[in-house]
């Protein structure tokens, strides 16, 4: 093997004359008889290489062998092109190479598939050669991009003094959040590692430590029942920070964003960025990670309807829930009676008994099933309460509250998605405040943080914890960019009073605590600077600015919704000899040639 | 909670007449009544604060209140200290801060140890309360060395074309190499996981991809018997690369060495790299990653001595092994008979059966137990084979030549450490090369890779891979620095039937290589392009670099010598229902308590 002089994409018309020495793939070959083309790839591009009968008779021998993705070295020399054969789609395409000498590194069998963007490759067909799928240009160019983010993230908190330091992936399980991995330890018989669902712990112990600026982009783990949009491992950028308060860092990662999307994609972002009260996002789009690229905003008619003949809503009020609405501007003529009766069906996946629905008519009156049961003023005041003009459509839920969001939230999107009501290319970022810090868990009868039960109350609703557990509200903050929930973070609990309160609040008894967080009890007791972080989804951050729908395709060797690797064939069985010195035995039942 | 305007160690005479805002711990107290002084800390250093009674009564009376490591914020005006009170052995030494306002944030109860550098402190408790001993500036420095450490390589190998990928943690178990972790798996009842040991198989997959240069800093996981320099989880520079070859990656990493060496230590490295064959570095030095910061190298005396009268040394001769030894400059008269009687006790940890001395004399003859069984010219002989003079001892070994090497490259070792042999500021670095592809298992009756089942053989050597595997030269290379190995490489077997000719050679069916790595074996037939690459503990290295002689003190949360987590508790005891989940029943007999 020589030494490459150039790669292939950086070869133009000022090298013409050149002698150049390339190393890559066939990307594709044309044989024209005595003159034969091919596309020679490496990772910077392609350039076209001709192999001249004429001129070399042994390269064009050895170039009539080649096949799609051999791998090949070739020295030539760079010509111009004549104009008519200039393809200025491709920066090297003005030039070819005249190749004087060939040497064939590696061959290559048929493929499965063609290594071409455009190709529709089964999934399964793609993780299983995944080597091959990442030889095409979009998902290098995802893993570039998940490479320059990752780069200019840790860039960033270089320059603001933050540190990155490593935290343990065998750690110890935790009864509270999402199903932990486990590792068998064979030293420490009937003992068990976990790995970590994030750095969380640890990295509010560095705080304790007095590092008072870390971060990591860490990985983390949940053995949770697979959704398409999850993955056993996943990437987190964490970060944590001392004397920092909410303030200064909700404007660092605002200026971290904006350095993201300005460096990495071209695009102008405002800053600051948009608050909303976890409140006022349900109540004003039905979701606490609301696309705000288009209104279409959620509008309360319970007052309204609640004394009107349609005993359906009048019921619901009268129960304390709610009626609420969108108003889909300018559907009405193409959305018929059958199409807008079918969206009950939509509603009813997220737990709504039905969907009543009104279309505005030129005339200004309200028309379909239900129009019957408000008489003017009431009709009046609904086309008023959603601004509503002839044309629109207005849609309601009427139910428990938290039902009405997440119906009317999901047809929102479904909407602004059908009526292509944003720019893909618009990066709206907003941050969702004061989320409740505790729900009521109905199964176990108990009290469950709605983030972790590290995150600090807001200050006035301290007292609460003891009172009414489920009105306090928490110093935690979502970061969201067009409807994902990028990441979240609080400030912390740093005294070790009020994180007892907190357990007890969890319906920890005091030994459990102890026993489950001692350590972090303790770290508190010997002086714990007042800290707060927050950390973001790498993956689903990469996915966006690479324009990608699926997670999967942003990791270089993801998971299946079955958390199989279909490349290495991950799980796989183990010895019996493996088991015995873990101190384990298997109750699976043995399969057939097991 | 304010925000800061200065961290404590910026502060200096510049600052004179200004009033900050300051947060932070409580270094030292000294209460000289009126006058309360502070050394108030953060992670920038520390400065003196000053609490005055007489001209504010009610800080100072907070300030009778605080303790060692409280956590407070105060603000004050910088004065200049008298002349008699600078202190120059600190930056701020120059200035104090005259406190008019002051936040006690989080208290501190006595701690378990001075956050002092000089304290010595059991390891045991320095693990448990890990937050507390890393706050202790030389903990703090070393972490920063890790950090900076990482970023520097990272910037280096970005600037270099490399990309970071990262690659799956939880994987398929492989049965060449150490112990693997296991992580049962959930949905796939029987089934397991494994932790990487490396991203080997990946990394050599992504050069399949195309991505040509590769590397990532990565967590890996051997569950092997712990020794004392041994931690359960390791983190390791991890590179490969396409098209590159063996003498431009080493040249690479030597300019890395260069950059890392001389950004971090101000110390100047020169190139190239001294290198030395496997074989020359055990004849020489008995070690393959010797210290190069001193002589002292191991000489052969086989053919001198093979007739003389000692019966040890000619009958070792006959047998085929040899007799070696050292020179240890001007000790004679420091070394009594006993003295160098005693070392035969050193010998004999390393298999050796004893070791034999000789002093040279004043008058050039030779003293010592066996000095009877050598006549004038081989005296002489022996004198001149070391290049020895008056005053010098030697120490000889008889025995197999592994266990010759063994033997003298640790006396070397100790030697040089207890005569001060070497600068310790000095870097030597140097790479070895030409290790053995395969040594035999005499336990297994097989041939194992001494590297890794995926070295290439060097080109020449590829033949005796089936008529005399153990003289099969590998292309592969360690770095060593100070007696220490940094970390190794290879370049990379990429054709299916080579990598197939290893496996059979390791004892492998075609059954079992296709059913262990089939997926590698498939993806050599796709276009794979030459590649190498090379692996660098990171723990070691910073190590080195902070001046450490323990792993432990280079990671924040290290394991003990029995891979438990003492500050967490890791690994500890799970529920049933946890296991029945994962299909396992534990085979542990129950504890106490239980």
Same mark, same amino acid.
């Given at each position: ?171 110890? !399980? ?80 605002? !200026? ?52 009107? !003949? ?33 969206? !009950? ?250």
């Amino acid at each position: 093997m020589k030494q490459r002089t150039h790669v292939c994409g950086e070869l133009n018309e000022k090298h013409t004359g050149e002698q150049v020495t390339l190393q890559g793939w066939v990307k594709r070959r044309r044989d024209l008889g005595e003159l034969i083309f091919v596309d020679l790839r490496d990772r910077s591009g392609y350039v076209q290489i001709v192999f001249n009968g004429d001129e070399n008779r042994e390269t064009h021998e050895m170039a009539e062998k080649i096949r799609s993705e051999y791998v090949i070295e070739v020295t030539g020399v760079i010509t111009k092109r004549d104009q008519e054969n200039v393809n200025d789609k491709i920066p090297t395409g003005e030039i070819e190479v005249n190749v004087t000498d060939m040497t064939i590194l590696n061959k290559a069998k048929g493929l499965p598939f063609m290594i071409e963007d455009e190709q529709e490759i089964n999934e399964d067909t793609r993780l299983k050669y995944r080597y091959l799928d990442l030889r095409r240009t979009r998902m290098a160019d995802t893993m570039q991009m998940r490479y320059r983010t990752t780069k200019l993230i840790r860039d960033i908190l270089d320059e603001e003094q933050f540190m990155e330091i490593e935290t343990p992936i065998l750690t110890k !399980s935790t009864p509270e959040g999402a199903r932990d991995y486990l590792v068998p330890s064979r030293v420490h018989e009937g003992e068990f590692y976990a790995l970590p669902q994030s750095p969380q712990l640890f990295k509010q112990l560095l705080m304790v430590s007095g590092f008072e600026r870390y971060y990591q982009i860490a990985r983390c783990f949940r053995d949770e029942d697979l959704r398409a949009d999850r993955q056993p491992e996943f990437t987190q950028v964490d970060i944590e920070a001392s004397f920092m308060g909410k303030e200064n860092l909700l404007s660092m990662m605002e !200026s971290m964003m904006v350095r993201l999307v300005k460096e990495l994609k071209g695009v102008d972002v405002e800053t600051p960025f948009l608050r909303l009260t976890y409140h006022e996002a349900m109540e004003r789009f039905g979701s606490d990670k609301p696309d705000l690229r288009f209104g279409m905003e959620l509008k309360d008619v319970s007052e309204i309807v609640k004394d009107s !003949s349609f005993k359906v809503f009048a019921s619901t009020v009268e129960r304390g829930d709610a009626v609420k609405g969108i108003c889909v501007k300018g559907i009405g003529p193409d959305y018929s009676r059958k199409d807008l009766d079918a969206l !009950s069906s939509f509603a009813e996946i997220y737990g709504a008994k039905g969907l009543a629905w009104l279309k505005v008519e030129e005339n200004g009156a309200l028309k379909g099933p239900i129009a019957k049961f408000f008489d003017e003023a009431k009709a009046q005041s609904i086309i008023e309460r959603f601004e509503a003009d002839a044309g629109d459509v207005l849609l309601f839920v009427a139910d428990k509250r938290k039902v009405a969001y997440d119906v009317l939230g999901n047809l929102r999107n479904k909407f602004a998605k059908e009526l292509n009501l944003f720019d893909p290319e618009d990066f709206n970022f907003l941050w969702v405040t004061e989320f409740p810090l505790l729900s009521y868990d109905e199964d176990h009868k108990r009290y469950v943080a709605e983030h972790h039960p590290f995150t600090r109350p807001v200050e006035e609703d301290v007292e609460l914890l003891t009172t009414a557990p489920e009105q306090v509200r928490a110093e935690a903050y979502d970061l969201v960019l067009n409807g994902y929930e990028l990441g979240g973070g609080s400030q912390r609990i740093y005294e070790r009073d009020l994180q007892e309160k907190m357990f007890t609040a969890l319906g920890f008894s005091d030994e459990e605590a102890k026993a489950q967080f001692g350590f972090l009890l303790d770290a508190f007791e010997y002086g714990t600077p007042p800290h707060g972080g927050i950390a973001l989804g790498l993956d689903r951050l990469v996915m966006i600015l690479a324009e990608r729908t699926n997670l999967r395709d942003t990791i270089a060797f993801p998971k299946t919704a079955s958390a199989n690797c279909l490349l290495t064939n991950a799980p796989g069985g183990v010895s019996d000899a493996q088991l015995d010195e873990l101190h384990l035995k298997s109750t699976a039942e043995k399969k057939n040639g097991d």
